[in-house]
């Protein structure tokens, strides 16, 4: 949830400085990781019924670090809305691991 909440007020930053984009884009971007965090939480339930938590935490981080990656190393608008589904996308697997714990 750290990596989100500092996350979330940079994206504004990133659009503006580096893409040169407008409010709309702002808008779709950010809109994209709360459409990856909901898609995430619900594809990733089923996976985790055969993966550990840590291993969903694990890897989690690792599609939030890709996400960002991507955004950085190809500053576009189209992968900027693509890092950020998956940064949301990785987050829900995240949210699902430490929630799990809410529904056994």
Excluded: E, Q, W
């Excluded at 985790?48 to 291993?55: P, Y």
């Amino acid at each position: 949830m750290f990596v989100m909440g500092c996350f979330g007020p940079l994206i504004a930053i990133f659009v503006r400085d580096t893409l040169h984009a407008s409010t709309n884009t702002f808008g779709f971007a950010s809109a994209m990781i709360g459409v990856g965090l909901l898609a995430g939480v619900t594809v990733l339930s089923a996976a985790a019924k055969k993966l550990r938590n840590t291993v969903l935490v694990y890897v989690g981080l690792g599609g939030i670090a890709f996400g960002r990656h991507l955004m950085g190393a190809a500053p576009h608008v189209v992968t900027t809305i693509v890092g950020c589904f998956l940064t949301g996308f990785a987050a829900g697997g995240i949210i699902r691991a430490l929630t799990a714990h809410c529904y056994v």
